[in-house]
């Protein structure tokens, strides 16, 4: 956290110097309990709330909806991550396509820049097969590893229902002491290989941990 050396003085007198047990209650002959610098912020009413939002870079309207868009740094390793992005079948985005209404973007007829980044366009079917082949191996790797989410999970944002998950050992149909479900010992490896080996301990002791709850 950034401060001015005024505003460090001012909220270090105010630093939290006791136990969790002191009392709150101001006095002038005992000590009390001060607040955090956090919670000397949260109090100052001198300040107002404002996120630190990264701006955009410029405000855009797409004409042209049959691709998906997206700001490159064309600059980025010396040209690598444009010419990753022209390998996956992105191509510059033109007038044609959108037009600029904010920003200080230069337009001419075969890019559009705004600094080093440069707009650039993919067809939305190859846009959508993409997001569709990583939701296929989140479900994958849930499946693979014998949980799955038990029910609907509720859509309503006031709702304080928890998804419920459950495991393939506990289905009805499940023959106990019979058969049992075959579950991969490390999936992670099937789909990626180059997975940290701490990771996959850490994944083990969760998923094993959601199954002995069942």
């Given amino acids: 956290m950034a401060l001015t050396t005024d505003t460090a003085r001012s909220i270090a007198e105010n630093i939290n110097t006791g136990g969790v047990n002191d009392p709150i209650v101001v006095s002038t002959t005992t000590t009390t309990r001060k607040l955090s610098p956090e919670a000397a912020i949260m109090f100052d ?17 797409v ?14 390793m010396d040209g690598a991550v444009y010419m990753q992005r022209k390998a996956m079948g992105f191509t510059n ?7 600029v209404l904010v920003g200080d973007a230069v337009v001419t007829n075969g890019e559009i820049r705004a600094g080093d980044l440069i707009l650039m366009k993919l067809p939305f079917t190859k ?8 939701m296929m191996k989140a479900k994958m790797l849930g499946d693979m590893r014998g949980v799955f989410q038990k029910g609907n999970a509720s859509t309503d944002v006031f ?3 928890k998804p419920a ?15 049992s479900n075959f579950i991969p010992d490390n999936p992670d490896a099937i789909i990626n290989d180059s ?6 301990e850490k994944t083990r002791e969760v998923m094993s941990n959601l199954r002995d709850k069942q």
């Fill in 63 to 76: 004409k042209n909806t049959e691709y998906y868009y997206r700001w490159v740094a064309a600059l980025a």
């Fill in 45 to 61: 009413k001198s300040i107002v709330a404002r996120p630190l939002n990264t701006p955009e870079v410029c405000s855009i309207h």
């Fill in 127 to 134: 846009w959508a097969s993409h997001v569709k082949a990583n």
């Fill in 93 to 99: 985005a033109t007038a044609d396509d959108v037009d």
């Fill in 159 to 161: 709702s304080n229902d």
């Fill in 165 to 179: 998950r459950a495991s393939v050992n506990s289905e009805p149909f499940n023959r106990g002491g019979q058969v």
């Fill in 195 to 200: 997975i940290e080996s701490g990771r996959v």
